[in-house]
């Protein structure tokens, strides 16, 4: 089993990633840090599910695993029985909590996402036109499931997002951490961190951000 240690310094909010899905993402997002990865080793750039993450055990203490940080395991453009058998993993180990993230949320409707309680289902808001109706798409494409667990990552925040966060149970919020990205103004994340205390939505913010107060709230 492959999981990546995470923690300060990294991806704060969970405690591993995974990725038995890999290779590379067609959303060419500018702000990605694989691109450079995948034009450097082309042979690791080649789509594959890989079957020996999928046919280990997972640790036995609990843990937040976030499932597909290193490409979009719900793009258009992987197969629909590699993300199901992704599914089928998830369901077998409920004692552990699985954090999936997307920037095609109508994805999630093409899957069963019954009793995956232990599953928490986002998607990328990230403040520019591509992303801007992520959350309604994420809120119709798993509307099926009452009390489902639905997140909106706003990392990189490139600009403001004014959301009124219908749906959502917890926010995380980051900067682009690229070498000479533009400092994000503090008030971008407030305007949000204000409307998710309002609608009763936990928040995180990354490190990367600078905000002033240490924010890291994660929903029971
Ligand atoms: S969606 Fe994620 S993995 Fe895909 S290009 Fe954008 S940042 Fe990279």
């Not at 499932?67 to 077998?92: A, C, N, Y």
């Not at 809120?139 to 990392?155: M, Q």
Request: contains cysteine; charged residues 25%.
């Amino acid at each position: 089993m492959k999981l990546n240690k995470q923690g300060p310094g990294k991806i704060d909010y969970c405690d591993f990633t995974y990725n038995p899905i890999s290779g590379r993402c067609q959303h060419n997002c500018p702000y990605c840090y694989m691109q450079g990865f995948w034009k450097r080793y082309p042979a690791m750039a080649e789509l594959q599910i890989k079957e020996k993450h999928l046919q280990s055990n997972f640790p036995k203490k609990p843990a937040v695993i976030f499932t597909g940080s290193s490409t979009d395991m719900f793009g258009d453009w992987v197969p629909d029985e590699w993300i199901q058998r992704v599914l089928d993993k998830v369901r077998e180990n409920p004692r552990h909590t699985f954090l999936f993230l997307t920037k095609n949320p109508e994805r999630y409707a093409d899957f069963s996402l019954m009793g995956l309680n232990n599953c928490w289902f986002g998607t990328t808001v990230d403040g520019t036109e591509r992303t801007a109706d992520n959350r309604h798409k994420l809120v119709w494409a798993t509307s099926a499931y009452c009390g489902i667990n639905r997140f909106l990552s706003f990392e990189p925040l490139l600009g403001p997002v004014e959301s009124d966060l219908f749906g959502i149970k917890w926010i995380i919020i980051g900067a682009n951490s690229n070498r000479g990205a533009k400092k994000t103004p503090m008030e971008w994340a407030y305007t949000l961190f204000k409307t998710a205390k309002n609608k009763g939505a936990k928040v995180w913010v990354k490190d990367n951000y600078g905000y002033p107060e240490r924010i890291k709230e994660f929903p029971k």
